[in-house]
């Protein structure tokens, strides 16, 4: 699952709450970790909610005396912890809670971000029916030269925010339905089962860390050089038929993976919350 964050594109009123706190140049803490505590405090507290825009730099400068280096030091910290995250040109916003992804299952991502309360969209930038190269042929274990499928290159969203540039190969003749209409508005999976009869049953992933790419980065809004799982999906039916391949780049900074643990030997397994 993924991590959303909603932005507040506003000016940023001096009235921050962040500036009812003050720094201490007295203390043997660092100025810059005095900053993050206080800034942690005003989101944890409620004083800052998900999507709140924190003053400019340049403010946060002006009002606790400091350096811009000290500033930006604070906000990185908060930004790998994925408190905060940044838009090139808008300003630091506070963040959504990473969403999780449990790996263990085979996951629609209309509903897993319909399940944290954000409204899933996807933005088709490519549908055609193709044959097969070899290397699909070989995943879809089939040795028909001419084997037919969907190659879907979507952007995955929620609440408007790009997260994942999808690929999806899957064949023509299992599923004869799907429009590229259909897909900006409706869940692949429930096409699938609902309409063509397919129910997921087990499958593999395979997962890389990259650093995005210009192309992609455009794509997504991020920086170039973001962190992201390159994700590659075979998924099969109950009978070993492969019915779906999927490659994806997935920011690194909104999606967190979560992987249970457990002993096979113990059953039955329970999962943590």
Do not use: W
Not at 3 to 15: G, H, L, Q, R, Y
């Amino acid at each position: 699952m993924v991590t959303i964050e909603k932005e507040n594109t506003s000016n940023t009123v001096k009235a921050s709450p962040i500036f009812s706190y003050a720094l201490d140049k007295m203390q043997e803490n660092p100025l810059y970790a005095q900053l993050i505590l206080i800034i942690k405090q005003c989101i944890h507290s409620g004083q800052l909610n998900t999507g709140d825009a924190l003053p400019p730099e340049s403010e946060l400068c002006e009002v606790f005396d400091v350096s811009r280096s000290t500033v930006r030091q604070a906000l990185s910290s908060l930004e790998k912890e994925g408190l905060v995250y940044r838009r090139r040109g808008l300003g630091t916003f506070v963040a959504n809670p990473k969403v999780k992804k449990n790996v263990s299952t085979l996951y629609s991502f209309t509903a897993q971000t319909n399940m944290v309360g954000m409204v899933p969209s996807s933005t088709v930038l490519k549908f055609s029916i193709i044959d097969a190269d070899s290397d699909l042929r070989q995943l879809f274990q089939t040795t028909i030269l001419q084997f037919k499928v969907y190659e879907i290159y979507r952007i995955r969203k929620a609440d408007g925010i790009p997260l994942i540039l999808e690929r999806t190969y899957i064949p023509y003749a299992i599923c004869p339905v799907l429009t590229a209409k259909r897909l900006e508005n409706e869940s692949l999976y429930t096409i699938l089962h609902s309409e063509c009869g397919v129910i997921p049953h087990h499958g593999l992933e395979s997962y890389e860390v990259i650093q995005i790419e210009k192309p992609d980065a455009e794509l997504l809004e991020c920086s170039v050089g973001t962190l992201a799982f390159s994700v590659e999906r075979v998924a099969a039916l109950e009978n070993g038929e492969v019915y779906e391949i999927t490659r994806s780049v997935v920011r690194g900074d909104r999606c967190k993976f979560e992987v249970p643990l457990f002993n096979e030997i113990a059953k039955p397994y329970r999962q943590f919350k």
